[in-house]
């Protein structure tokens, strides 16, 4: 059953740095424009190939199994109402655990972990497709962006992160370099293609690590 009636909650503010002034504008983080990455799915309106990462709905980095070198730059998680995807009310979300709460205790749908994910995707050898990767950074090309993940995204993404975090205490998640790769799993009769992040041993160049610093306003 679909709710009656909704409420807007504010989201608790963060500090997301990067407060400067170049060419006499003022510039805060939150001012930016991040583009999407996304999975291309079955249903996805792209002529992409299925499974394939996509950025800004335009450009195909990757194809399936196939894992990009990226930089984590920032994770934040939320919450949100785990409303069925036929429903047309608009999920709620929340970001704090009291938050969260407060939505549920008056909502007819449960609250689900949910994160925004920042990334740096590292220009892959032998690719063409430069227009992707806006920003050279040391020896490299990057193309910044962020993906939504939940339910099992978030457990392959986040929770890796995470855990990586409390693992190895004082070691920052953007000094190391991640595979991202999507991977396709199921479940009965559906099938999806599923975002995964990995560690490698590769240390992230020290332009890039100073270019996060910079970002986040460390």
Request: with cysteine; aromatic share 8%; net charge negative.
């Amino acid at each position: 059953m679909a709710k009656t009636q909704k409420q807007e909650v504010v989201a608790a503010e963060t500090n997301t740095g990067l407060s400067t002034n170049v060419s006499g504008i003022e510039i805060d983080v939150e001012d930016i424009e991040i583009p999407r990455i996304n999975v291309c799915q079955k249903m996805s309106q792209s002529d992409a190939p299925v499974g394939s990462i996509l950025f800004d709905k335009t450009y195909e980095i990757a194809p399936p199994d196939t894992p990009v070198k990226v930089i984590t730059v920032a994770a934040q998680k939320g919450w949100r109402e785990n409303i069925p995807f036929e429903e047309e009310d608009i999920p709620r979300i929340a970001w704090s655990k009291e938050q969260a709460d407060a939505i549920e205790a008056e909502s007819n749908w449960d609250m689900t972990e949910f994160a925004e994910i920042t990334l740096l995707m590292r220009q892959p050898e032998g690719s063409e497709d430069g227009d992707a990767f806006q920003l050279p950074i040391g020896d490299h090309n990057y193309a910044l962006g962020k993906i939504n993940v939940g339910k099992n995204a978030y457990r392959s993404t986040y929770k890796r992160l995470a855990t990586f975090a409390a693992l190895q205490s004082g070691v920052p998640i953007h000094s190391k370099v991640w595979n991202f790769v999507s991977e396709e799993l199921s479940k009965g009769k559906y099938t999806w293609f599923n975002p995964s992040l990995s560690v490698t041993k590769e240390e992230a160049d020290e332009d890039v690590t100073a270019f996060v610093k910079n970002f986040l306003g460390a």
